[in-house]
T-cell receptor, first 113, second 113 residues
Framework: DTGVSQDPRHKITKRGQNVTFRCDPISEHNRLYWYRQTLGQGPEFLTY????????KSRLLSDRFSAERPKGSFSTLEIQRTEQGDSAMYLC???????????FGPGTRLTVT | RKEVEQDPGPFNVPEGATVAFNCTYS??????FFWYRQDCRKEPKLLMSVYSSGNEDGRFTAQLNRASQYISLLIRDSKLSDSATYLC??????????????FGKGTKLSVIP
């Protein structure tokens, strides 16, 4: 499978715990994006990398959230001190530098209890 | 006006029917648009890209009306497999270096046997 992959697919955690998600983009794509989607809403942008550089961050990305893409390949999204409001589907997407079309992974569904 | 607005539906149509969705947008500088489809609890998948006045792909036609700032998606000869949520999507401002996508909330389509 050469599409975007995400791990884990599901995560249940208790409030206050830290969680980390991983995204592996399509291999030749140098742009990588993180989005969050809650029920009944479209995905909302969180942050974007071009290679290893984090070039754009949304106001939704509070100081409890951090994302990295250390070698310009896979990326991680960490949420510290999780809150119930963090429960959502976290989607990763990737694209070529030459195009705007973004291709999404299957997402990580986070439930904070 | 919100950045991207869609009628949430649901649109319930019989097999074989033609159905159209509209989407309005507020950024008059937007040059390209996308339609994504999203099945329940799955990731969004790119359906069509629209870079000029419109695009056609089989049973699907997307059109852009810049003067009125709306885009439409027409589905002819609806199939049961077309049942999904259709998301209207705009790139934020690639000319200014912002590659995030702005999603509408989606229009739900149910095709009935």
């Amino acid at each position: 499978d050469t599409g975007v992959s995400q791990d884990p697919r599901h995560k249940i955690t208790k409030r206050g715990q830290n969680v980390t998600f991983r995204c592996d983009p399509i291999s030749e794509h140098n742009r990588l994006y993180w989005y969050r989607q809650t029920l009944g809403q479209g995905p909302e942008f969180l942050t974007y990398f071009q290679n290893e550089a984090q070039l754009e961050k949304s106001r939704l990305l509070s100081d409890r959230f951090s994302a990295e893409r250390p070698k310009g390949s896979f990326s991680t999204l960490e949420i510290q001190r999780t809150e119930q409001g963090d429960s959502a589907m976290y989607l990763c997407a990737s694209s070529l530098e030459s195009g705007n079309e973004q291709y999404f992974g299957p997402g990580t569904r986070l439930t904070v209890t | 006006r919100k950045e991207v607005e869609q009628d949430p539906g649901p649109f319930n149509v019989p097999e074989g029917a033609t159905v159209a969705f509209n989407c309005t947008y507020s950024n008059s500088a937007s040059q390209s648009f996308f339609w994504y489809r999203q099945d329940c609890r799955k990731e969004p998948k790119l359906l069509m890209s629209v870079y000029s006045s419109g695009n056609e792909d089989g049973r699907f036609t997307a059109q852009l009306n810049r003067a009125s700032q709306y885009i439409s998606l027409l589905i002819r000869d609806s199939k049961l497999s077309d049942s999904a949520t259709y998301l209207c999507v705009l790139p934020r401002d690639p000319g200014a270096g912002s590659y995030q996508l702005t999603f509408g909330k989606g229009t739900k389509l149910s095709v009935i046997p």
